[in-house]
């Protein structure tokens, strides 16, 4: 079989990164056919030790955001690997992605303005917390704290509990994304102009991105979003009921659906009646709904209510634990959860086909600094030719 050939390939980018928002987004870029150099300090990403579970000689975290890479391992604090690192970027880079900690880049000359000055051709994406401008442009951050920050936190869980944090990296993942969409673009202008372009991202932003609906009912209303649990403020039907075996979400989001739902249930009467003809006032009388249609849901198991909504045509979906959904044969006809070519780790692959093919699980994430001697060299020996 002819291996894939990726939009990316040629392409070499330096991940200057560390825990999840800079290496995902290096891992989409290798995962795109790029060559990622990730660049580590003496004692590895700090992601490496965050476990248990360990799988292999790293947490099973680090090896998820990781396949598709090169590890160096770098001194920023030695002049001479700083230079040797400074050197490999301006010859050889096309991209660098930093989540450094704030002022760290410049500190050590490896900041975008010092490098695009010397290569005006590099594309720079720089990843902060609280973003680039701004009083607190300058202060760390982690994905609780910009979950609480940004408000994510206070829109998520049950409206008589206390906000919880949504249940994976949302905002480190939803920046790695941002980076790439950034890096993308500049490649794309790059083609044409010949320039690079410093790209900026941050946690906070990619919040304030997630809450865009969010602000907008607040600024038309004056009021605070509340949090709904599994559902949503402005649809009802829309969320999740408990059946006599667990829970399955409904999701009837126009009047269509909720007539479908309502001769799905039995309550035909529903469609007519004043509190539930349409959507506004569905939304008005959610309680009273929601409380009729858990009666009706709580009599059923889930494979059976999920049979009766098929037929009826109405949008409906267990609530799956991940073994569930790892086993489940959707999950395996996508083939999204690919085996590692080179030993047992098996990782959940790029959410997206090219041509119909997902790219390929090329590469296990490296062992500290399993490739820093190879780099170098082929630096060296590249600089040799020239």
Not at 179 to 201: D, F, H
Not at 211 to 228: D, F, I
Not at 310 to 336: F, R, S, W, Y
């Amino acid at each position: 079989m002819r291996e894939q050939v990726l939009p990316l390939d040629g392409v070499t980018v330096i991940e200057l990164g560390h825990s999840v928002a800079a290496p995902y987004a290096g891992e989409i870029l290798g995962d795109l056919g790029a060559d990622v150099i990730k660049i580590e300090k003496l004692d590895g990403d700090d992601a490496r030790k965050w476990g248990p579970p360990f799988w292999g000689d790293a947490s099973a975290t680090f090896q998820s955001f990781n396949r598709n890479k090169r590890s160096v391992v770098v001194n920023l604090k030695d002049n001479a690997e700083r230079e040797r690192l400074r050197k490999l970027i301006l010859e050889r880079a096309d991209v660098v992605i930093q989540n450094l900690r704030p002022g760290s880049a410049a500190e050590f000359g490896l900041d975008a303005d010092a490098l695009r000055k010397l290569k005006p051709s590099l594309i720079y994406c720089s990843i902060g917390a609280f973003g680039a401008v701004g009083p607190l442009k300058d202060r760390p951050g982690y994905d609780p704290l910009m979950q609480a920050f940004g408000g994510l936190m206070s829109v998520t869980g049950e409206p008589d509990q206390r906000p919880v944090r949504v249940g994976t990296s949302v905002m480190d993942m939803a920046t790695g994304m941002w980076s790439v969409i950034g890096v993308l673009a500049a490649l794309l202008q790059r083609r044409e102009s010949g320039n690079g372009m410093s790209i900026n991202t941050s946690l906070l932003e990619s919040a304030l991105g997630w809450m865009c609906y969010h602000a907008a009912n607040y600024q038309a209303s004056g009021e605070l979003p509340k949090r709904q649990g599994s559902g949503v403020a402005m649809i009802a039907p829309y969320r999740g009921y408990a059946s006599s075996d667990g829970l399955i979400v409904i999701a009837a989001g126009n009047d269509k659906l909720f007539a479908a739902l309502a001769r799905a249930l039995g309550r035909t009467e529903w469609v007519e009646d004043a509190r539930f003809r349409s959507n506004p006032d569905r939304v008005v009388n959610r309680d009273t709904l929601n409380r009729s249609i858990e009666e009706l849901i709580s009599t059923r198991t889930n494979k059976e209510w999920a049979a009766i909504l098929d037929q009826a045509g109405v949008p409906n979906a267990p609530m799956q634990t991940i073994a569930e959904v790892l086993e489940h044969p959707q999950t395996k006809a996508l083939g999204i959860l690919q085996q590692s070519p080179q030993c047992d780790i098996a990782l959940l692959g790029l959410p997206l086909s090219l041509d119909g093919v997902r790219p390929a699980f090329r590469r296990s994430p490296p062992a500290l600094g399993a490739h820093t001697e190879e780099i170098f060299c082929e630096h060296s020996a590249a600089a040799a030719k020239r």
